[in-house]
């Protein structure tokens, strides 16, 4: 599970982050940044989030978003993709090709879309 000095809960940030138009997107996740940090003593908040439109059963959308946290939690306690940390906040969110994905689709999705925006 990820700490809770890592989650995104309050409306308003998701909000922002949302605003911001800052994405990156392939068939199983789109991923929208929050605005760059003027100090690196902030963390970075991290969401993860899948619609109803994905799949009406919450057991599908639980494991999906699951697996997501896992990812990210791996990867920060790595210190991979250091350079994901110059954002407030990041929201994953899964879209339909991510269903029936294995975690290993769903990793190298992520992967692949980090180093595209360059980290």
């Given at each position: 599970?990820?700490?809770k000095q890592y989650?995104?809960?309050k409306y308003s940030a998701f909000i922002a982050t949302y605003?911001?138009?800052d994405t990156v997107a392939d068939k199983n996740l789109c991923i929208y940044f929050?605005?760059?940090k003027t100090t690196?003593?902030?963390?970075?908040?991290?969401?993860?989030?899948?619609?109803?439109?994905i799949h009406k059963r919450a057991v599908v959308r639980n494991r999906i978003k699951r697996l997501m946290r896992e990812i990210i939690r791996k990867q920060i306690k790595e210190n991979q993709y250091n350079k994901i940390n110059r954002y407030i906040s990041v929201i994953f969110a899964a879209k339909s090709g991510a269903v029936n994905a294995p975690y290993c689709d769903i990793?190298?999705?992520?992967v692949k879309l980090l180093t595209d925006k360059g980290f």
């Open positions: 599970m990820l700490k989650r995104l809960k605003k911001n138009n929050g605005k760059e690196p003593d902030i963390t970075t908040k991290y969401a993860f989030v899948v619609s109803k439109k990793n190298a999705s992520i």
